[in-house]
């Protein structure tokens, strides 16, 4: 089953407009990270997040995670066009049994339209 | 420095057939990942290698194999294709498992 689940699925905003994404987990997490991904091309790495941060920033991305509650955010501000793509959270599900490793879980992406 | 990449980049099979996907990492990445991505299920974790060892598996059947060679390069190869297995397969690759990955363009399957 997914480790995070992005919301909304679908959002649609004009150009210069503020971008919110929300993504809930169910586990334990080391980090989160968010990527995008243009239509039918690889993943790119936007941010990570570590589990005992709270906010951290990059250029018009500003990333937020509240643990007690399971959940982050990514802003994007000031959209552009060029913005236009699916955005993804990922965490690395801590390992369940002695042993074990992490691995990446990703959500289903929310999909963002930037109208220009 | 290059980025990851994987060949071929498009591929069309038919149902019984095998097939063998190829990627290479970012120069000093010894983690590399496999994903597949279809429209329905989003992006499912297929397989992680770190050094040569398989250190996670994802829930699919065991017709979806891989392996990772000396020079980080790895291979997947899925047997006995089915309608179900079209989709995006997409490799990443990291220096650590599950830190910042970088992924490859993606080879886009497609099982007639």
């Known amino acids: 089953s997914q480790q995070g689940e992005e919301d909304p699925q679908a959002l649609s905003i004009q150009e210069g407009e503020n971008a919110t994404m929300n993504c809930s987990y169910k586990t334990s997490i080391n980090n989160l990270q968010w990527y995008r991904q243009n239509s039918g091309r690889g993943l790119v790495h936007l941010i990570l997040i570590r589990s005992n941060e709270r906010e951290k920033h990059s250029g018009r991305l500003r990333v937020t995670l509240d643990t007690s509650k399971k959940s982050s955010s990514l802003l994007i501000t000031a959209s552009r066009a060029a913005d236009t793509a699916s955005y993804f959270c990922a965490t690395d599900s801590r390992p369940q049994t002695q042993g074990g490793s992490e691995k990446l879980v990703f959500g289903k992406g929310t999909k963002l339209t930037v109208n220009p | 420095k290059a980025g990851v990449t994987q060949t071929p980049r498009y591929l069309i099979k038919t149902r019984g057939q095998q097939v063998t996907l190829s990627c290479s990492p970012i120069?000093?990445?010894?983690?590399v990942s496999w994903y597949q991505q279809t429209p329905g299920q989003g992006l499912q974790f297929l397989f992680e290698?770190?050094?040569?060892?398989?250190?996670n598996k994802g829930n699919f059947p065991g017709r979806f194999s891989g392996r990772q060679f000396s020079n980080s390069r790895s291979e997947m190869n899925v047997s006995t294709l089915e309608l179900g297995d079209s989709a995006l397969y997409l490799c990443?690759?990291?220096?650590?498992?599950?830190?910042?990955?970088?992924f490859g363009p993606g080879t886009r399957l497609t099982v007639t």
């Open positions: 990443a690759s990291s220096f650590y498992p599950a830190s910042e990955q970088y």
């Open positions: 290698y770190f050094s040569e060892t398989q250190r």
């Open positions: 120069s000093g990445h010894r983690s």
